[in-house]
């Protein structure tokens, strides 16, 4: 199965994902929207790690419990706007993933993230600030729990969904 690179993301429950995404329709400009809204965890494995890391992937979801994550408010992005995230679990569990890959990561992928949720990018710093003047009052702090993790591949266009693995185990972190 030949492609470019693979993306893992942290699922959201369909509530939070329908908010956001429509935050993201509204804000993204349509010509480059080519995705819904999502948490990125990795974004660039190698294709190499494919087989091992739907090998890894179900691991991690069968031991843990749905992480708990906050929406925290806004992050600017520069050219862009997000709805930051906190979540102390799931930055440990993609560390431990991050551990089963070391010497396999992007330099990108081997730093720790800002879980975020895109809501705009590639716009002028300008536009983007009156977005996150215009929203600051309406994201609110909630809590939630990410139901799952997802692989899609990229092959330079939109992403191709792979599998979704539910977390259901009793393991926190």
Request: hydrophobic share 40%.
């Amino acid at each position: 199965m030949p492609f470019e690179t693979f993306i893992v993301t942290a699922a959201l429950p369909s509530e939070i994902h329908s908010w956001a995404d429509g935050l993201r329709k509204a804000h993204f400009p349509p010509e480059r929207n080519h995705l819904q809204a999502h948490v990125t965890l990795f974004h660039a494995l190698a294709p190499s790690l494919f087989s091992e890391v739907q090998t890894v992937l179900p691991a991690f979801a069968r031991d843990y419990s749905p992480p708990a994550v906050k929406i925290t408010g806004l992050m600017s992005l520069g050219k862009g706007t997000a709805i930051a995230l906190s979540s102390p679990d799931t930055l440990a569990i993609r560390e431990e993933i991050a551990d089963r890959f070391h010497g396999t990561l992007t330099a990108q992928d081997q730093h720790k993230p800002r879980l975020h949720i895109t809501i705009q990018n590639k716009v002028e710093p300008k536009e983007a600030k009156a977005l996150q003047q215009h929203l600051e009052t309406e994201i609110e702090v909630q809590k939630f729990a990410f139901p799952a993790l997802e692989l899609h591949i990229y092959r330079g266009g939109p992403w191709e969904f792979v599998k979704r693995w539910p977390f259901r185990g009793s393991r926190k972190r």
